[in-house]
Structures are given as structure tokens and as C-alpha cells.
């Protein structure tokens, strides 16, 4: 383009726009050719259930002094690479937190200690012998009730006298290297071999129970795992109605509590309060984790950033229903807790039995939320995600969903195959409709047999001709579900959960299957193996799109139990179905992220984060999924444009530019895409692969910014050689002054080039003024318009700068966006929803140099 020139669209008519426009006809002139071909043409190794499965090899080697953990003088120490984690056993034997935080050295307890000097008035005293000693003003690491703690307990048991009052004081400890596997869920695991676990033995004597905490220590990761395990050792049945994974009693430093909210399409909003006096609490009851209150939530300090200050992180391994707790007591101690949501929960404990919590995780990072969310990336690709695809790129896929629903043949998908093909697609997904009866949802859940109408060879001969195109094949199930219009239910209307005596109520016209009952468990693994078996299938789409209502199996003796044996029956059938086929790439979804967790990712490389794919959107999901969760996680799609949730329209640029932060997909029928949008996503997969590991796998950060209509994101390599910047704005705003792009995490004595990604600019968004350049008066609007913008567009502005990483960690100045008053080629065309993305990397001296 010949627009180097500033032209004021105010005093016209320009030479320059007529000149744009002459160069245009003869740009379309010699693309008819193009057009005319173109209108022709047209492992998993499932380490996890560890000790059920028996895959994580169980180290039980007891150090007498192990470098993470230690204890001396009743006090341990555990320790990451840049945190501790101090507590101490009281005279009275009870666990008191002392430190969490930045590393400090050793048997430098004193200063950080808890004073007690005189007793509060009125305070419940724990003993005559002691009256400073009262467990209300305590940190403490687990708490009972009845001893004169009034905050929330972590356990409420009703013994088998009736009575609830429970006192856990420090029996034994060892010290084991490595995870201690768990018998009923999946938990993290420690390939590198370089994590330690404390086992501390709890007893309350009276109530004849012994409670186990474990800590597992991750040192590179900077993360620590708690459980604990609950053992009725007397001779009568126990109900346990609240039983948490972990509890942590810190000392408020102003602290805010941040969780990540919302329903379906739009999950994951980050929601921030400061902690008042009071309890404050993050839960699910739906039966799922949930895309009302994802299970993690974070505590930060007051000053917290992106990059600087205090902040916490706390999730758990589990996709049921769950809780989490911030108190802020009396005394200003923050308690938090985190486990399974007491809701409806009922474990009956016979004499001898056992019940194992998930397993919580927290971090600690002095580095802001960056900081603290790099420790959660690491720990999830390294210790959560296990099988043949830890730590391998993910393919980009196209999904068939939006681009059809259940209208499709045969030959609609191999056209739009073929088409995803020929742009770059690694992967063909084939979303729901392809079974049973299903042609729209109210029938089919249930009947995984192929719905010879739509694919008459068979599935075998479907997947094969995906094959042979050179794409891998995908294949979407909703295993936990069934339609009353289904041969399942009408054979077996027992596998449904309803409640005797009530009318079941329904969600997507589907009832849920009773995941409690073993012969459910039995039909749902059988069913679905046999069509991965059948077919070549690289990849499953594992859906579940209702909340849990009408709690009950009749396998069942005590109904408190259900919504945990719900989560131990999915994680059974999950097991059973991948681990005997590990390379199967398994995407989770629960339309879209209502069940994003860890107990999932133990499963499930990545999850559907959204079924709202609008960018705008999308910028506040994948952000706030982006605080726990590393983007190798996070499915991202490209859809059509205006979008199908919001009626959004947005650039095609635009919605790469913010899927590229997360596994590419397209969903769109591809068919309807102009000659130019097609090239465009041709060179957006270009570009996405060729950065794919940065973008997956690098250190990402969400940047500061006082610009409230702006979002910046980044991904840098591991060793500092790529990074991939993403500059997002969501609302034009009037004469904005100059918009800075914020850089962190390269090596400051490396050089870089960075460089804008090439987008289009249409002509049409300009709208009526290109009026102001042409001798006549043209409708923006019309047909001339609308054709020229499917032949021709203008690039987009391009800057390139060489600079060392210090210097470019300044921030960098990017060109003037439009400001109304004229324009040309170094001019950034954002408007509402414009983007660019920027690849900053590496050069040698002498490149640097010009050699
Ligand atoms: C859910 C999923 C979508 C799609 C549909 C199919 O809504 O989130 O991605 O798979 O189900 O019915």
C-alpha cells in the first residue's frame, strides 16, 4: 500500500485514497483468476489412583532428616525453593502455624512467634494450668470443636455417643519422599521424584478417632498439598457431616480475597473483596465444581499487582461440590479452609474405616499474582497432568459444533475436513448429534451407536477418511447423561437419579445417570469403549452439561453420601476408560468450564473453558481462568462473526489474537469465510504453530495497565528466547493518548527484535469516510463496499524495534491508534475491539548489528 502519507480526512478530496482505490481495482483485476479457482474449488499412563491403579510407584523410604521437611524441638519445617512453611507442636500437643511465606533460615522461629503474655477476658481457656492458653487466638494448623476455638471448625463428626466434641492433639510423624498415593481420588503426583511428604498422626483419645494430615512438599513449584485422612478407631459407627482438606490460619495483612465467578458463558470473572470481619465463603452445590464458583480463590495482601506484593493461591483436587473459607476473626486471623462442601454431605464411618479428603494446594509468591499463577502453571503441567500428553503441544483442532449442531452429513463434514485441512488443522472434531437418535437434545444421551443416517458407512469408515486427509479424529460424548427418549432409558429408568416419590426435574431435557451404581459405571465404560475401539480415535470431547438435582441411588444406605460417590464413580469410569488408552487427547467441558478443575486435569489435559467464544469475552474467562490454571489447559476457539452468544462482531484477527492464548480451535463453517479470511487463518495457524510452545507453555503474565478499555497479555519461553505479547482494546475511546505496551520475563541482557503479527484492515471500517477521498459518493454500506472487503484489505500497521530485554521491559511506546484525524500505514486501527499480537525474539549481536 502506497499510504506512507498522512491524510487529513477533514480538508479532502486526497490523492492518496483515490490512489488506494485505483490500486484496489487492479489488485482485484489481477486476483480473478484466484477468485475464479477459488468459487471453482470451493501413557496416558493414568499415574493417577496411584495406589487403586497402581501406577505412581509408592516411596515410602523415611528420611531421619529430609532436606524439604524437618523437625526439631517440636517444630517443622517445610520448605520450597522460595517459601517456608513453619509450625510447631504447643506443650498442650496441639498444631500452631507459625510461618507461610517468603524463605527464611532456619531456627529463627522467635520474632515471628505469636505472643501470649496475659488471657483475654472472657476467653474459653483450654487449661487451668495455663490461662494465656486459649485455642480462639491461636494459628492453627487443624482445630476441633468443643476446646474454646469458635471459628470455623474444620470437622464436625457426630460420635458414636451422640456427642460432637473433638480434640486432635500431635501423636506421631514420618516423613516419606515423594506423594503418598490416595485409594479413592487422584491426587498430584511427582514423576522428578523431588517431592516429601509429612504424615503428622493426630488422636482425639476420648473420641477414639486418629486424623492424619498429610503435606506433601513440590520444592521447584513452590506449592504444597494437604489432605487429611479421618480413622474411626472405636467401636461404634461415627457420622462425619464436614471434613476439610486443609485449614490455615495467617495474620491479616489487609488481605482481599479473590474469587473467579460466573454461569454459563461467562465463567471465571475475577470478583475481589477485602476481608471484613465475618467468614466469606466460595462453594458449589451443584454437584459439579462449578462455573458459579470455580473451587480456587487467592488472598493478597494490600498493594498486590500483577507483579509485586503478597498473594496466596488455594485449590483443590476435586470436581464435586466444594467449599472454600476465608474468616476473619475477632482478632484478626484469617482462617482459611478448603474441602468438600458440607451441603448435603453425610459419611457414615464404621469401627476401622477410613475417609480420605481430596487433596487441597496452596502457594505463596511475594512476586504479585503473576508470581503466585506461575507457581499454579508449573504445578499443573508437571504434577497434574500426567500421560502421553504431559507437556506436548496440543493440536489445532476444528469443531464442528457451531459451524452445524446437529445438522450435518457425511459429506458437510468432510467438505468443512477438507477445508480445515488445507488451512493447517491438525485435529477434526466431530461434536454432538453423531449417535442415537440425536437430532436435536431432546433425544440420545445415553445410546453411543452411530446414527447411520448421518455417517451411512459407519463410524470406522468416517474416521478413516478423516485419517486420510491427514487429520486426526475427535469424537464428543456425554457418558454421565441420558435422554428419557433413549433405548438406555427405556431398558434401564433405574440408572436415571431421580427421588422415589418426587417428579425428577430435568435440565437440557436430560436426567443424570447414577454414577453411585456399579452396573451404571459397567454400561457407561462399555458403551464408550467400544466406539473408541471401533474407530481410530485420537480425541474425546467428555461433556456434562446439568447440574445435579434429585440427589439419590438407591445403591445407596445413607443418601449423604451421594454427591461424593457421584465424583468417586466419574473418576472410576475415567480411569477405566483412558487409562488403557493413553493416546487419547482428553478435552473435558461442562458446557463449556462448569467443571474446570484439577480433579479433571488429573484426567483431562485440557478443558472447554467457555462455550461463549466472543473475544470480549473471552478476554475476561481465559484472564481469569489464567490466574490457576496454565494455558496448555484452556481450550480457545475462533468462531463466526457476529458471535452466536453475544452478537459481537469482531475481527477475524481479533479472535485469533485472543484464542492464540490457549489451545487453538476453530468452530465455524468454513465455507462461509471470504478468499481473504482464508488466508488469514491460513497464516494465523502458521503463526500459532510456529509459537505454539511459547503460547502453551511459557511463563504467562496478565499486565498492569491504569487504561481501563485495555488488556495486555504475555507468554515467554522457558529460556527466555520467544515471547509472544497480545495488546487488547475493548472500547474505542476518543482521542486516547499513547497506549505503552507493558513487557516482562526476558533476559535483560539478550537482544530482541519484536515485531507486529500482520492483520488486515477492510476498508470498510471506515465507514462513511472514505466519502471524503472519492470524487463520488460511494454507500459505505453497499454492495461495491461489501465486495471489495471480501477481495481486498489494506495491512494493518507494522512496527519492528531492536532492543535489549532491559531495555524493552521499559515498556514500549507503540504508534499513535486512529484518532479520527487522518491516516496511514503506521497508524494501529483498533476501534472497539482491535488487537495485535507482537513476537519479541531473540537475535544475535551481529544480527543485532545488521550483519
Ligand atoms: C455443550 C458444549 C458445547 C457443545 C454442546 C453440544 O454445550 O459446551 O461445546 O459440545 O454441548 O451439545
Not at 91 to 107: A, S
Not at 214 to 241: K, M, Q
Not at 654 to 675: I, P, Q, W
Not at 682 to 707: M, P, S, V
Request: aromatic share 12%; glycine share 8%.
Amino acid at each position: 500500500m502506497q499510504l506512507a502519507l498522512s491524510i487529513n480526512f477533514v480538508s479532502l478530496p486526497n490523492v492518496y485514497f483515490s490512489r488506494m482505490f485505483a490500486q484496489s481495482a487492479l489488485t482485484l483485476a489481477s486476483c480473478k483468476v484466484t477468485i475464479a479457482l477459488y468459487l471453482y474449488v470451493k501413557r496416558f499412563q493414568f499415574l493417577f489412583y496411584q495406589s487403586n491403579f497402581n501406577v505412581q510407584p509408592e516411596n515410602k523410604a523415611v528420611f531421619e532428616r529430609a532436606s524439604m521437611i524437618s523437625y526439631q524441638d517440636s517444630i517443622f519445617v517445610l520448605e520450597t525453593d522460595h517459601t517456608s512453611y513453619l509450625f510447631r507442636v504447643t506443650p498442650f500437643g496441639h498444631l500452631e502455624h507459625i510461618h507461610y511465606g517468603e524463605r527464611i533460615p532456619r531456627g529463627e522461629m522467635e520474632p515471628l512467634l505469636l505472643k501470649r503474655n496475659i488471657g483475654h477476658g472472657s476467653a474459653v481457656v483450654y487449661s487451668q494450668k495455663d490461662n494465656t492458653y486459649c485455642l480462639d487466638n491461636l494459628k492453627l494448623e487443624w482445630s476441633g470443636i468443643g476446646s474454646g476455638d469458635y471459628r470455623q471448625t474444620p470437622l464436625e463428626v457426630k460420635l458414636s455417643d451422640g456427642t460432637f466434641r473433638t480434640d486432635f492433639v500431635y501423636a506421631s510423624h514420618e516423613i516419606v519422599s515423594g506423594c503418598v498415593a490416595m485409594q479413592s481420588l487422584p491426587n498430584a503426583y511427582d514423576a522428578a521424584n523431588d517431592a516429601e511428604t509429612l504424615v503428622l498422626t493426630l488422636k482425639d483419645q476420648a473420641g477414639k478417632l486418629a486424623l492424619l494430615l498429610y503435606y506433601t512438599v513440590f520444592p521447584a513449584v513452590d506449592v504444597i498439598a494437604r489432605r487429611v485422612v479421618l480413622v474411626n478407631e472405636g467401636e461404634g459407627h461415627i457420622s462425619v457431616r464436614r471434613i476439610m482438606s486443609m485449614q490455615l490460619d495467617l495474620e491479616n495483612e489487609g488481605f482481599s480475597l479473590v474469587t473467579f465467578d460466573g454461569a454459563w458463558s461467562k465463567e471465571t470473572h475475577r470478583h475481589d473483596r477485602k476481608l471484613q470481619y465475618g467468614q466469606y465463603v466460595n462453594s458449589s452445590v451443584t454437584g459439579a465444581s462449578s462455573n458459579r464458583h470455580n473451587p480456587g480463590f487467592l488472598l493478597y495482601a494490600d498493594g498486590a499487582t500483577q507483579s509485586h506484593g503478597k498473594v496466596y493461591g488455594f485449590n483443590l483436587v476435586y470436581s464435586g461440590n466444594h467449599i472454600g473459607i476465608a474468616e476473619r476473626s475477632p482478632f484478626d486471623l484469617i482462617r482459611v479452609q478448603l474441602g468438600i462442601n458440607p451441603g448435603c454431605f453425610e459419611w457414615d464411618l464404621a469401627p476401622g474405616e477410613r475417609f480420605e479428603t481430596p487433596e487441597a494446594v496452596m502457594t505463596f509468591s511475594p512476586d504479585g499474582f503473576n508470581g503466585m499463577s506461575a507457581h499454579f502453571h508449573d504445578f499443573v503441567n508437571e504434577h497434574i497432568v500426567r500421560g502421553d500428553w504431559k507437556g506436548k503441544e496440543r493440536p489445532v483442532l476444528i469443531n464442528n459444533w457451531e459451524a452445524c449442531f446437529f445438522r450435518f452429513t457425511r459429506s458437510k463434514l468432510l467438505r468443512l475436513a477438507r477445508q480445515a485441512r488445507q488451512l493447517g488443522v491438525e485435529l477434526f472434531v466431530l461434536d454432538d448429534g453423531w449417535f442415537g437418535k440425536r437430532n436435536d437434545d431432546h433425544a440420545g444421551l445415553g445410546d453411543y451407536n452411530v446414527n447411520r443416517k448421518k455417517l451411512p458407512r459407519g463410524m470406522k469408515s468416517f474416521a478413516d477418511e478423516i485419517h486420510a486427509l491427514g487429520l486426526q479424529f475427535g469424537l464428543w460424548f456425554e457418558p454421565e447423561m441420558v435422554n428419557p427418549d433413549s433405548d438406555l432409558f427405556r431398558a434401564h429408568p433405574e440408572y436415571a437419579v431421580t427421588t422415589p416419590g418426587r417428579e425428577p426435574l430435568f435440565g437440557r431435557n436430560q436426567l443424570v445417570l447414577d454414577l453411585c451404581n456399579p452396573a451404571v459405571r459397567d454400561y457407561i465404560v462399555t458403551n464408550v469403549s467400544q466406539i473408541l475401539d471401533e474407530a481410530k480415535i485420537d480425541y474425546v470431547k467428555w461433556d456434562m452439561n446439568r447440574h445435579i438435582s434429585d440427589a439419590c441411588s438407591p445403591t445407596l444406605n445413607n443418601q449423604g453420601e451421594f454427591y461424593h460417590r457421584y465424583q468417586l464413580g466419574l473418576y472410576d469410569v475415567l480411569g477405566r476408560i483412558f487409562r488403557p488408552r493413553p493416546h487419547i487427547l482428553l478435552e473435558s467441558c461442562s458446557s463449556g468450564g462448569n467443571r474446570f478443575d484439577l480433579g479433571m486435569l488429573c484426567f483431562s489435559p485440557q478443558v472447554w473453558s467457555s462455550d461463549d467464544t466472543d473475544a470480549m469475552e473471552r478476554l475476561k474467562i481465559q484472564e481469569g481462568l489464567s490466574y490457576l490454571y496454565p494455558l496448555s489447559a484452556m481450550g480457545a476457539h475462533v468462531s463466526a462473526a457476529p458471535n452466536q452468544q453475544t452478537l459481537r462482531n469482531t475481527t477475524i484477527s481479533t479472535r485469533f489474537n485472543v484464542a492464540s492464548f490457549g489451545c487453538l480451535g476453530y468452530e465455524l463453517d468454513l465455507k462461509h469465510l471470504t478468499m481473504l479470511e482464508r488466508k488469514e487463518v491460513r497464516e494465523q495457524i502458521a503463526y500459532y504453530r510456529a509459537h505454539r510452545k511459547t503460547l502453551q507453555y511459557g511463563r504467562f503474565f496478565r499486565h498492569d495497565t491504569d487504561k481501563g478499555n485495555k488488556v495486555y497479555w504475555q507468554s515467554v519461553s522457558k529460556d527466555q528466547s520467544q515471547s509472544i505479547a497480545g495488546a487488547f482494546q475493548t472500547l474505542a475511546q476518543a482521542a486516547e493518548g499513547n497506549d505503552i505496551l507493558p513487557l516482562a520475563g526476558l533476559d535483560e541482557e539478550k537482544r530482541y527484535r519484536m515485531q507486529t503479527k500482520s492483520q488486515r484492515v477492510l476498508i470498510r471500517r471506515f465507514g462513511g469516510l472514505v466519502n471524503h477521498l472519492l470524487p463520488i459518493n460511494l454507500n459505505p454500506n453497499g454492495a461495491l463496499f461489501r465486495w471489495v472487503d471480501r477481495l481486498y484489505a489494506m495491512q494493518d500497521c507494522i512496527e519492528t524495534y531492536t532492543a535489549s530485554g532491559k531495555t524493552l521491559h521499559q515498556g514500549v511506546h507503540l504508534n499513535q491508534q486512529f484518532v479520527a484525524t487522518g491516516y496511514n500505514n503506521q497508524i494501529r486501527m483498533l476501534g472497539d475491539f482491535g488487537s495485535n499480537l507482537y513476537a519479541i525474539d531473540e537475535i544475535s549481536q551481529e544480527e543485532a548489528a545488521g550483519f
